[in-house]
Structures are given as C-alpha cells and as structure tokens.
C-alpha cells in the first residue's frame, strides 16, 4: 500500500481544513485507516482512525468533536476533516494503513505511511 497525504496549509485559529490521503494497492478496502501527527520535538501521536468498512470510528480527545475521519474505498481515500482549528494542531499530518484491519491509536498496528503533509495554525 502506497499512501499520499494532500490539504495541509497554513489557516487562522478557528478556520476549516480537510486532508486527504490516496491510496494505492489492492489491500485498501480491507485496511483499518488512522490518522496520526507530530509536533516538532514531540513523538508522533494518534488523531483518529477508522475500520475498513467505515462504520467504526476513534478519535483522540483532544480532537474530538472538531475533527471527522471518513473514507471512500470506492476511491481509495480516507480524509480528515479539521474544523476549530487551534494553534496546538500545529503538526506534521500522516495517515496510515492496517492490512489486517487494525484501527488501534497505536501506531505500532500500522505497516505503512505517508510522507505527511505540514498543517500550521497561526494568526
């Protein structure tokens, strides 16, 4: 599976984004799908991930309510829609893919990566 991360930028405190991730590989469909990110000089943690058929969703409490993972195995993609954004979601973005269906916040359960997309938050 090759994962490739889109939709980081630069917004306003408050203000709107939404990440996608475009997946390659005939195991997509059957992946659990997370969504993690890392802070310079922080170690990378978990924002939310989801089951491969969609229906089961986790996310990190400081996430919660504000961010909503989603999918389209017709696609091949997954996206992270990001509202309320603060200043503190300043990260480095990566999704990653479970062939075995994982959708644990751990990201040891996870066998590949994205490159990770920049999303800053600033006024």
């Known amino acids: 599976v090759q994962l490739v991360e889109s939709g980081g930028g630069l917004v306003q405190p408050g203000g709107s984004l939404r990440l996608s991730c475009a997946a390659s590989?005939?195991?997509?469909?059957?992946?659990?799908m997370g969504w993690f990110r890392q802070a310079p000089g922080k170690e990378r943690e978990f924002v939310a991930a989801?089951?491969?058929?969609?229906?089961?969703?986790h996310y990190a409490d400081s996430v919660k309510g504000r961010f909503t993972i989603s999918r389209d195995n017709a696609k091949n993609a997954i996206y992270l829609q990001m509202n309320s954004l603060k200043p503190e979601d300043t990260a480095v973005y990566y999704c990653a893919a479970s062939p075995a269906g994982s959708y644990s916040p751990s990201r040891y359960e996870y066998d590949y990566w994205g490159q990770g997309t920049q999303v800053t938050v600033s006024s």
């Open positions: 989801i089951s491969w058929s969609g229906r089961v969703t």
């Open positions: 590989g005939r195991t997509f469909s059957r992946s659990g």
